[in-house]
RNA sequence: UGACCCAUGGUGUAAUGGUAACACUCCGGUUUUUGGUACCGUCAUUCAAGGUUCGAGUCCUUGUGGGUCAACCA
């Protein structure tokens, strides 16, 4: 059994390019990070599709960084980006490339069209470039150096290049049309001078190509065929089409789509790094941030991830997702991978009166239901155990099927016990711990009590629980929209996402966990293994919860 | 008030001229030694108005609404 998809519009013009013969049916495309910053959702979004459009269609995909800007990109980020794709599941093989790999060639495209008369130094001032461009509703108006000849166009450029001129104190232009209705074609910047250490070129040039100079001719250089992008670079494409037809260079050819906004977070890496300087997360890889690297600190898996880039679709019209959805693949993926353990994050001394002294019993309980594979592991059990505070109620509501004087569970993998009193401390009023009894023919797999319990109970053993330490994480805004006009986004940060619980107890299992490793704490969520814990002091951050079904809505 | 892009349930994506589908959310129910999972059910006649057609969510026109574009950023 197929099941038969319906293609994305992408897919539908890679489909038409194939069945026409272009470029042999060769599908090429490529990911083209600017690497001044961490990646996020968004991004996974873009690498998803380009690497799995790839996939699908036999082709590649190659890793480019659009490296033009010296002031802003550093080693750094490249090394956090390559590490970010990688998790995510992608391999770019030997394909790493980048838009500074170009500068000579990109050079000599540029002397090329100064060469055919199709650009120009401009001595203008940035200033004057603006207002000579004109406004959408007005033709710009030429510069009074557009003029130059040739021969003084090539010796100027040469010179530009050759640091001869201070920055920012002419730029080449290309002569395209100044009465264009896109502002874009109105003979835009293609070079300026600007000394910076590059990150990969050092202070060999002081001459930088702008963006649309470099990535259409990036993606030309190395044949790729279907150039994806988000839709503000719509207006672009006349001019990435003008060049290659003046160059008369590879057709890459830009499709573009547009970017997910999701709800409760934000894409915007300048936005992100105003979290991290505010000190409003510990860093960009907070487990609260849409980066990917928070979201892996989190716990998201990488495949759950795909899953959701797959889920949210592909098309041209603005859109929201709601952060749901992308919890829900979160959530359906650890319920078939993530091993199920017990913690109790608010205990309660329970203490089993007839239950014998000093007695241990190791009693088996699956590793994951929904995986037949995964065994079990033994817990022990004691007259003592760890219940969750909120398990037990003096003066339960309804349809509570917890704990109370005279209710009857069941422990789970463990026996069925009725609770006879709460202790409470008489100074403090605060209840201290809980009396049960406990059925000994009730016990998990061989219950002939014939007793039937409601609820089911998570517990830990306490003579030999391992204390830890929970993070739990609720969204990092208050609102869907933290960038809704009309307010400071950072007055939008929910300021209670983040709650430490220092008072955890695990079960004796937990102390094998590895960073990253995902668990589902029964009852509770899931949760993984932070990287700041030690052997003495285990810390977990919250995933996500479980579904609620059940809410005490009195 | 220039040009370009877009318009299907609460959300996202499908339906490629033949009678609106799938997923998430919400609400209700069945099963359950996780109030989880699984399973079942409820929730839209497609922005508006004209037109073409036997037939329009799909094609055309005009509106309306939303978005994008005037960095020596990408």
Known sequence: ???????????????????????????????????????????????????????????????????????????????????????????????????????????EYALDLVRKGLAYVDDSTAEEIAVQKGTPAEPGKESPYRSRSVEENVDLFTRMKDGEFPDGSRVLRVKVDLASPNMHMRDPVIYRIKRQHHHRTGDTWCIYPMYDFAHGQSDSIEGITHSLCSLEFIHHRPLYDWFISQLGIFPSRQIEFARMNVTY????????????????????????????????????????IRTFCDKVGIAKRDNWIEIELLESCVRNELNQTALRRMAVLDPIKLVISNYPQGQTELLPSENNPEDETSGHRDMPFSREIYIEREDFMIDPPKKYFRLSPGATVRLKSAYIITCERAVVNESTGEMEEIICTYYPDSKSGSDTSGIKAKGTLHWVNAPTAVKGEIRMYDRLF?????????????????????????????????????????????????????????????????????????????
């Open 1 to 107: 059994m197929e099941e038969t998809r319906s293609l994305n519009f992408i897919e539908e013009f890679i489909e038409e390019d194939i069945a026409n013969g272009k470029h042999g049916g060769r599908v090429h495309t490529r990911f083209p990070p600017e690497p001044n910053g961490y990646l996020h959702i968004g991004h996974a979004k873009a690498i998803c599709l380009n690497f799995e459009i790839a996939k699908k269609y036999g082709g590649k995909t190659n890793l480019r960084f659009d490296d033009t800007n010296p002031a802003t990109e550093e080693t750094e980020y490249v090394n956090a980006i390559k590490a970010d794709i990688r998790w995510l599941g992608y391999d770019w093989e030997d394909r790493e490339y980048y838009a500074s790999d170009y500068f000579g060639q990109l050079y």
């Open 265 to 304: 977070m934000i894409t915007s890496k300048r936005r992100l790094m105003q979290l991290v300087n505010e000190g409003l997360v510990t860093g960009w890889d907070d487990a609260r941030m849409p980066t990917i690297s928070g979201l892996r600190r989190r716990g998201y898996p990488a495949a759950a």
């Open 478 to 554: 208050t609102t869907e929209n933290p960038l809704a006009e009309g307010v400071d986004f950072l007055s939008k940060v929910n300021l209670e996402s983040l709650k430490v619980l220092n008072n955890v107890v695990l079960e004796p299992a937990l102390a094998e966990a590895r960073v990253g490793e995902g668990f589902q704490f029964l009852r509770q969520g899931y949760f993984t293994l932070d990287r700041d814990s030690t052997p003495e002091h285990l810390v977990f951050n919250q995933t996500v919860s479980l579904k609620e079904g059940w809410t005490n809505k009195e």
